[in-house]
C-alpha cells in the first residue's frame, strides 16, 4: 500500500468536518483499508464515538459514480450494502456507513464454519440476482471478456515470463467468451469474494461492487467459490454447482433444459476465463503499478485454472501446456524473486506414458 498523499488526507478531513459543522481537528481519522486500485478507506471517528467509513477516490484515476449508482439502487431494491451519507464526486470523497473490521473470510476458524459461511454467501448471490435491476449496467460482452481474457498473454506471458501464448490460444478464448454468452443474463457484482462481504448482526454485507455489470448466471458463485484464499476440492465445487443449478431452475432463472453437465461446463470455463484474468491483472499490478505481494498469489490461482481445466478433454492440450511450459517458467521467476510455491499449491505433473 503506498503512502497517503498529506495534502489529499488533509482535504478529506476538512471536508468530513464540513458536514458535520466541526473544527477538523474535532475528528479522527485511521486507516481502514487499501486496495488494489487507487482507493483508501479511512475510520472517522466523530466527538460522540460514532464512526463512518470515508471513501477516497482520486477523480484522475477513479470513477465514483458507477458505486454511488449501484449503491443507491441496490438499497432501493432491498440489499445489503452500505448507506452513503454523503459524497462529493468533484473531490472523490464519499462518506459510507461502518461495516466493522470482520469480512467472511475471517470467520473461517473451522471447516464447518468456512462452509457454512460459503453457503450463506452463495444464497446472498441468488438474492443479487433476484432483486438488483441489471438494465443500467454495462454489458459483460464479448468485447470485455476478450479484453479481459487478453491481460493473460499480455502481462502475465511476455511481461513477467517472457514466452509466448500456448497454441491455440485464439481458438480457446472464442470458447470460453461463447460459454460465457450462453449462459444467462444477471447481475454480477464481478469480485463477490470472501473479502468483500462484511459480516453485521450474523448477516452478509457487500462492498467493493462498483465494477458490477450484466453478465453470465454463474460468474459470482465461480468469484467466490475459487477466489483468492480457498481452493475446495471437485466434490465440494461440484456439489455447490448443482445446488446453485437447481435454486436457479427453481426461481426461473435458469431453463431446465440445461443439464447438470453443461452447467458445471459453464462453471468451470467461467473459472478458467477469470483465472487468466486474473493471473493478468496481478502481473500488471506488479510490473505496472508496482504493488508488492501479487507475484506471490499467482500459484494459487494457476491452482484454480487447472482445476477448471482437469475435467474436460476439450481443454487438455492447454493443460499440457500449463504443466510443461507455464508451471515451470513460472516457478523459475517466482525463485529468482525469492518466492517459494506453496506446496499445497504444486500442481500434479502430468504423467506421460
Not at 498473454?153 to 485464439?170: Q, S, V
Not at 450484466?214 to 475459487?226: E, H, K, M, Q
Not at 480457498?230 to 466434490?235: I, M
Request: aromatic residues 10%.
Amino acid at each position: 500500500m503506498t503512502s497517503a498523499d498529506p495534502a489529499r488526507l488533509g482535504r478529506l478531513t476538512d471536508w468530513a468536518a464540513e458536514q458535520y459543522g466541526l473544527a477538523p481537528d474535532a475528528l479522527k481519522l485511521t486507516l481502514a483499508a487499501g486496495d488494489a486500485s487507487f482507493r483508501r478507506y479511512y475510520r472517522l471517528t466523530l466527538p460522540d464515538g460514532a464512526t463512518r467509513i470515508l471513501m477516497d477516490a482520486p477523480p484522475a484515476q477513479e470513477d465514483s459514480r458507477p458505486f454511488l449508482a449501484i449503491a443507491s439502487d441496490w438499497l432501493a431494491a432491498g440489499l445489503p450494502v452500505p448507506r452513503v451519507h454523503h459524497a462529493d464526486l468533484d473531490l472523490g470523497f464519499l462518506m459510507l456507513d461502518d461495516l466493522g473490521d470482520t469480512p467472511l473470510q475471517n470467520s473461517f476458524t473451522s471447516h464447518e464454519a468456512t462452509i457454512d459461511g460459503f453457503d450463506k454467501a452463495i444464497a446472498l448471490i441468488h438474492e443479487l440476482q433476484a432483486k438488483a435491476p441489471r438494465d443500467a449496467l454495462p454489458l459483460y460482452d464479448a468485447a470485455l471478456l476478450t479484453r479481459e481474457l487478453d491481460l493473460f498473454p499480455e502481462w502475465c506471458l511476455e511481461g513477467l515470463l517472457g514466452i509466448a501464448p500456448p497454441p491455440g490460444w485464439a481458438e480457446l478464448v472464442t470458447q470460453l467468451v461463447d460459454s460465457a454468452l450462453e449462459q444467462p443474463r444477471f447481475v454480477v457484482h464481478r469480485d463477490f469474494d470472501a473479502m468483500n462481504l462484511m459480516r453485521e448482526d450474523n448477516a452478509l454485507v457487500m462492498i467493493d461492487f462498483q465494477d458490477a455489470v450484466a453478465g453470465p448466471l454463474s460468474y459470482d458463485l465461480i468469484s467466490l467459490t475459487r477466489g483468492r484464499y480457498r481452493r475446495f476440492d471437485a466434490a465440494t465445487l461440484r456439489h455447490w454447482q448443482a445446488a446453485f443449478r437447481e435454486r436457479a431452475i427453481a426461481d426461473g432463472r435458469l431453463d431446465p433444459a440445461i443439464d447438470a453437465e453443461r452447467f458445471h461446463f459453464w462453471c468451470d470455463a467461467m473459472a478458467a476465463q477469470r483465472s487468466l484474468k486474473v493471473l493478468g491483472i496481478f502481473c500488471r499490478l506488479t510490473l505496472r503499478d508496482g504493488k508488492n505481494g501479487y507475484l506471490a498469489r499467482l500459484p494459487h490461482f494457476l491452482s484454480h485454472l487447472d482445476d477448471s481445466l482437469a475435467p474436460w478433454p476439450a481443454f487438455a492440450d492447454l493443460r499440457h501446456w500449463l504443466h510443461a511450459t507455464f508451471t515451470p517458467a513460472l516457478e523459475e521467476t517466482l525463485a529468482a524473486q525469492g518466492i517459494e510455491t506453496p506446496a499445497s499449491e504444486v500442481m500434479t505433473r502430468e504423467t506421460t506414458a
